[in-house]
């Protein structure tokens, strides 16, 4: 079958991958409908967590096998033991000896078909089309900032730093839940439909006047100099959330947290299932995200358009 496989720092398409065979206890197969090119695919080609296999974790598919079997689905992307602690406690997320779908010792969507664990599926309900549901994992990921903050950010004076995919949908997720967002990013004269779902265009860079202005911060500029900037936001007692995963080293004067008694908060996946509700209860755009669709064959072409500077959600299709 066509799969795009990363070996070493290498990704190519290949035309002969084998078609996963249902085996290990607990997978089923899921036909890959769409699956969307992430920053964390261009990472991992860069080296991060030294990934070799299918690359891809945002997908949605069709099950092929278990209860779902014919039902269209999206999937969480961690895989735990299930015979741990985390995992007993249900958040498969922090399992110490977990894989990761298309990142972590499991081969990923980017392909006709994968496996994944059958408690990982999530079914999409029919009011929820494909190109919205190819955003549940990203969409999952600014979820789990509203759980981590106990649920909501009601009239939070909030800041997200940086336009890309995932700050455009966590700009929207905290607006839904009802903070009052600024953002600050660099395309904003493109993103005038950020407006109409309640998230304030500030300016391209953090203005003077936004220092220690925020009681809510989260960083998902995807670049090393994001946490300064987002620091110097934030005021005292406030809390700053991080979201980019950049590979690589960074010195920072981290004196400003202490003196400030910022709490910062690490946040990386979310729950798949909040991210379906919100899909289909709220009116979450993901249209304006979408950079270009193309065909699994043409995934080379489709790669190179995603590691140009702008470019925003890449979807291939197998049709
Ligand atoms: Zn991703
Ligand atoms: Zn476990």
Partial sequence: MLAYVLEGRHAALSAHRPRPVMDPAGFVRVRTRIAGICNTDLELIRGYMGFSGVLGHEFVGEALDGALAGRRVVGGINFGCDNCERCDAGDSRHCATRKVLGILGADGVIAEEFLIPERNLVEVPDTVTDVQAVFAEPLAAACEIIEQLGGTTRHRRTLVLGDGKLGLLIAQVLAVHGAEVDLVGHHLDELEWIEDARVNRLARTLPEKATAAYDLVVEATGSASG?????RATEPRGTLVLKSTVAGLHEIDLAPIVINEITVLGSRCGRMKSAVELLERTSIMTEPL??????????????????????????????
């Fill in 227 to 231: 946490l300064a900037e987002a620091l």
């Fill in 290 to 319: 979408i950079d270009s669709r193309r065909e699994l064959s043409e995934a080379e072409s489709a790669f190179a358009r995603a590691q140009e500077k702008g470019a925003r959600k890449v979807l291939l299709v197998n049709p």
